[in-house]
Nanobody, 122 residues
Framework: QVQLVESGGGLVQAGGSLRLSCAASGRTFSNYAMGWFRQAPGKEREFVAA????????YYADSVKGRFTISRDNAKNTVYLQMNSLKPEDTAVYYC???????????????WGQGTQVTVSS
C-alpha cells in the first residue's frame, strides 16, 4: 500500500512561485497515476494535474494550464507540482493522490496525502 506525504506549501505573493513535493512510500507500480487536487474552504475538491509514474502523458485543469507543471523523480518516488504566476484564487489546501488509472476525478483515486496549505496574497 502506497503512502503519500505532501510538503512545500506556504505563503507567497501574487505572481510568485512555489514548488510542492509528494513523497511516496510503500509499494508503487510503473502504471500508477499521480494526481494533484486542491480544495478551498466551502468548495469541492477540484482537479489540478496528473501524470503516470512512467511515460510523459499529462493532464492539467484549464485554470492552471501554462502556469503549473507536474513532474516526477522515479528514483526518489517523488512527484512535484511547480506553480508559477500564482493568483489569489489558487489559495487552497493541495493534496496529492495515487490511482491505478489516469483520471481527473477525485473518486478514481485510492490513496491521499494529508494536504499542504498554499496561500497567495494580493
Amino acid at each position: 500500500q502506497v503512502q503519500l506525504v505532501e510538503s512545500g506549501g506556504g505563503l507567497v505573493q501574487a505572481g510568485g512561485s512555489l514548488r510542492l513535493s509528494c513523497a511516496a512510500s510503500g509499494r508503487t507500480f510503473s502504471n500508477y497515476a499521480m494526481g494533484w487536487f486542491r480544495q478551498a474552504p466551502g468548495k469541492e475538491r477540484e482537479f489540478v494535474a496528473a501524470r503516470r509514474w512512467s511515460g510523459s502523458r499529462t493532464y492539467y485543469a484549464d485554470s492552471v494550464k501554462g502556469r503549473f507543471t507536474i513532474s516526477r523523480d522515479n528514483a526518489k518516488n517523488t512527484v512535484y507540482l511547480q506553480m508559477n504566476s500564482l493568483k489569489p484564487e489558487d489559495t487552497a489546501v493541495y493534496y496529492c493522490a495515487a490511482s491505478y488509472l489516469l483520471a481527473t476525478t477525485p473518486g478514481e483515486y485510492d490513496v491521499w496525502g494529508q494536504g499542504t496549505q498554499v496561500t497567495v496574497s494580493s
